[in-house]
């Protein structure tokens, strides 16, 4: 199947762009070429901006009853194209067809902003001032790849709760993915203008959005070298900023925890998403007096639970990286800890045995990492994990936190007052125990790992001017 895909979703319709840049998509489990995507330019910015603003009057001001309206035809026509979205992960992708979360995810997030919106209010008395919380303007939305239908959804669903109108820049090498969502969302019938989507590379299509007078807030994620270059973009225009970015996330495992129970959920936080994700917990911390048993248990549970290979086998957990460029990155870190004296204990650099084809990486896990290594300190962003010894609690929290990333932690323990204990010690925005999670908790990071936060209350308000008024 190799299909063209040569419109922009532009003011209400599908339309030719002005840019005309051929981008070729692969199929990273073969690494053949599926289709190509024609993207976007400034000038598609300048009419999608366009659009975006003389959409923003009317939509700015409906009603919330109106505004969970066409959030619940946006949920509903997601929902019914999940097949179609599975099929594109899929084969774009490589997402390993247990991962159902990247194409389960995108319906999700328009019912968790429907249940936000609910109980959310615009008015609130302050003393003698009445607060209005107010739409921010038109809002530039610039999502990944690693869970295109899903960063796409959720910003989209934020911002049109907030009232704001919306372009949004999702990542050239999801074409496919953000085809199908687009096709889906535009049968909700939003007003024209409202939503606009326009695939382009972000030195194109991402800074033209990030430098556009009109625009008068950004929301992005990715990498942090990415996220400094839109914060200094924005600052010319003082844009707000959401910035989702990357993370180096430690799993602590304590030692009373369950060795099953706490290899097994570390090993999934991770390898989640082939290891291709922001939150993927890639530092395991485990006790200097378990270590040997707990690093026998992550060898045999790797090579049995955690295996790579064709993303359509239900067997496989892990499936390639997304692009040639993204599997020599990891390979390049591969043989980095190697160099600086880590130890192999499952993976390694290559291609896994059976797979010649592809972009596949060998799930990997070193030992004897100090916290001070080039593979404990930057983001993979593949399935390469580092198992790091502490000596005693306080050690734990101190390396845990010894990183320039802070946007996710995991801690397995069978005492939960230990664990909460050891979590409030934690610079991260949030904090997983024993894999609990509550997506309309806010999702961010600290330091590093980015500004703002997602999700919910905390992130409908970052779409949100307030305005007091006193009388």
């Given at each position: 199947m190799?299909?063209?895909?040569?419109?922009?979703?532009?003011?209400g319709?599908?339309?030719?762009?002005?840019g005309?840049?051929?981008?070729?998509?692969?199929?990273?489990?073969?690494?053949?070429?599926?289709?190509?995507?024609?993207?976007?330019?400034?000038?598609?910015?300048?009419?999608?901006?366009?659009a975006?603003?003389?959409?923003?009057?009317?939509?700015?001001?409906?009603?919330?009853?109106?505004?969970?309206?066409?959030?619940?035809?946006?949920?509903?026509?997601?929902a019914?194209?999940?097949?179609?979205?599975?099929e594109?992960?899929?084969?774009?992708y490589?997402?390993?067809?247990r991962?159902?979360?990247?194409?389960?995810?995108?319906?999700?997030?328009f019912?968790?902003?429907?249940?936000?919106?609910?109980?959310?209010?615009?008015?609130?008395?302050?003393?003698?001032?009445?607060?209005e919380?107010?739409?921010?303007?038109v809002?530039?939305?610039?999502?990944?790849?690693?869970?295109?239908a899903?960063?796409?959804?959720?910003?989209?669903?934020?911002?049109l709760?907030?009232g704001?109108?919306?372009?949004?820049?999702?990542?050239?090498?999801?074409?496919?993915?953000?085809q199908?969502?687009?096709?889906?969302?535009?049968?909700?019938?939003?007003?024209?203008?409202?939503?606009?989507?326009?695939?382009?590379?972000?030195?194109?299509?991402?800074?033209?959005?990030?430098r556009?007078?009109?625009?008068?807030?950004?929301?992005?994620t990715?990498?942090?070298?990415?996220?400094?270059?839109?914060?200094?973009?924005?600052?010319?225009?003082?844009k707000?900023?959401?910035?989702?970015?990357?993370?180096?996330?430690?799993?602590?495992?304590?030692?009373?925890?369950?060795?099953?129970?706490?290899?097994?959920?570390?090993?999934m936080?991770?390898?989640?998403?082939?290891?291709?994700?922001?939150?993927?917990?890639?530092?395991?911390?485990?006790?200097?007096?378990?270590?040997?048993?707990?690093?026998?248990?992550?060898?045999?549970?790797?090579?049995?639970?955690?295996?790579?290979?064709?993303?359509?086998?239900?067997?496989?957990?892990?499936?390639?990286?997304?692009?040639?460029?993204?599997?020599?990155?990891?390979?390049?870190?591969?043989?980095?800890?190697?160099?600086?004296?880590?130890?192999?204990?499952?993976?390694?650099?290559g291609?896994?045995?059976?797979?010649?084809?592809?972009?596949?990486?060998?799930?990997?896990?070193?030992?004897?990492?100090?916290?001070?290594m080039?593979?404990?300190?930057e983001?993979?962003?593949?399935?390469?994990?580092?198992?790091?010894?502490?000596?005693?609690?306080?050690?734990a929290v101190?390396?845990?936190?010894?990183?320039?990333?802070?946007?996710?932690?995991?801690?397995?323990?069978a005492?939960?007052?230990?664990?909460?204990?050891?979590?409030?010690?934690?610079?991260?925005?949030?904090?997983?125990?024993?894999?609990?999670?509550?997506?309309?908790?806010?999702?961010?990071?600290?330091?590093?790992?980015?500004?703002?936060?997602?999700?919910?209350?905390?992130?409908?308000?970052?779409?949100?001017?307030?305005?007091?008024?006193?009388?």
């Open positions: 190799h299909h063209l895909i040569d419109k922009v979703y532009l003011d319709e599908f339309v030719t762009p002005h005309t840049e051929l981008f070729d998509l692969h199929n990273p489990a073969t690494g053949k070429v599926i289709g190509q995507v024609r993207l976007a330019d400034e000038v598609d910015v300048e009419a999608a901006v366009a975006a603003k003389r959409a923003l009057p009317a939509w700015s001001a409906t009603s919330k009853a109106e505004r969970i309206d066409a959030l619940r035809r946006l949920q509903t026509a997601v019914a194209h999940r097949d179609d979205l599975l594109a992960v899929t084969v774009e490589g997402a390993p067809r991962n159902a979360f990247l194409v389960d995810t995108p319906a999700g997030a019912a968790d902003m429907i249940k936000t919106l609910e109980e959310f209010e615009f008015t609130r008395t302050i003393g003698r001032a009445t607060v919380m107010t739409p921010v303007g809002a530039g939305l610039i999502t990944p790849w690693n869970a295109d899903f960063f796409i959804s959720d910003k989209v669903a934020t911002a709760a907030a704001c109108t919306v372009v949004c820049k999702p990542s050239e090498l999801s074409a496919t993915q953000t199908v969502l687009t096709e889906a969302l535009h049968e909700a019938g939003l007003p024209q203008g409202v939503l606009n989507i326009i695939t382009g590379r972000g030195d194109v299509v991402g800074s033209a959005l990030t556009h007078p009109d625009v008068a807030k950004i929301s992005f990715g990498s942090t070298a990415t996220g400094k270059v839109i914060a200094r973009e924005a600052v010319g225009t003082l707000r900023l959401t910035l989702e970015l990357g993370g180096k996330s430690p799993s602590i495992i304590l030692d009373d925890a369950d060795p099953e129970e706490a290899v097994t959920g570390a090993l936080a991770g390898f989640v998403n082939s290891g291709q994700a922001c939150v993927a917990g890639t530092r395991i911390l485990v006790p200097e007096s378990r270590q040997d048993e707990l690093l026998s248990l992550i060898e045999k549970k790797v090579e049995e639970d955690f295996r790579t290979g064709d993303p359509r086998d239900p067997a496989t957990a892990i499936g390639p990286m997304v692009s040639e460029g993204q599997w020599e990155r990891v390979q390049r870190y591969l043989h980095r800890g190697i160099e600086e004296g880590a130890r192999v204990v499952v993976g390694g650099p291609r896994p045995d059976g797979l010649e084809e592809g972009y596949f990486v060998r799930p990997t896990v070193f030992a004897d990492v100090t916290n001070d080039t593979i404990a300190r983001e993979i962003f593949g399935p390469v994990l580092s198992v790091i010894a502490y000596r005693d609690e306080d050690h101190e390396i845990a936190n010894d990183t320039t990333y802070g946007l996710h932690a995991y801690v397995f323990s005492d939960l007052e230990r664990a909460r204990n050891i979590a409030s010690r934690l610079e991260v925005g949030r904090v997983a125990i024993n894999g609990g999670y509550e997506p309309l908790s806010p999702f961010g990071g600290f330091k590093q790992s980015g500004i703002g936060r997602e999700y919910g209350v905390f992130g409908l308000e970052g779409f949100l001017e307030p305005r007091s008024v006193m009388v």
